[in-house]
């Protein structure tokens, strides 16, 4: 079965956690001039306010992909982790 991106969030489920898995330090993003998490991230899980010059990140939807980790050049992350047993991203792909 061929799945499109687009399509993933109707297989998905999600046990969220209320402790979030990923810290992100906001004033990190501040100093970076490609925000490249923004653009990677295939949850749309950060968003950028250049107004206020803010990053935000919410853990709710993460697919737990890493692929913020490793594009973050500034290593703006206090902690990324898988979530808890039990909780975070559920791919149901039958």
Known sequence: MKINLDEIFDYTSFNIDRDPHIILEENVCQQCDQRACVN???A???????DNKKMTFVHDGCLECGTCYVVCKNEAFSRWRYPRGGFGV?????
């Not at 749309?44 to 250049?50: H, I, L, S």
Request: with cysteine; glycine share 0%.
């Open 44 to 50: 749309a899980c950060y968003t950028w306010d250049e």
């Open 40 to 42: 990677c991230c295939p």
């Open 90 to 94: 559920a791919f149901r792909m039958t």
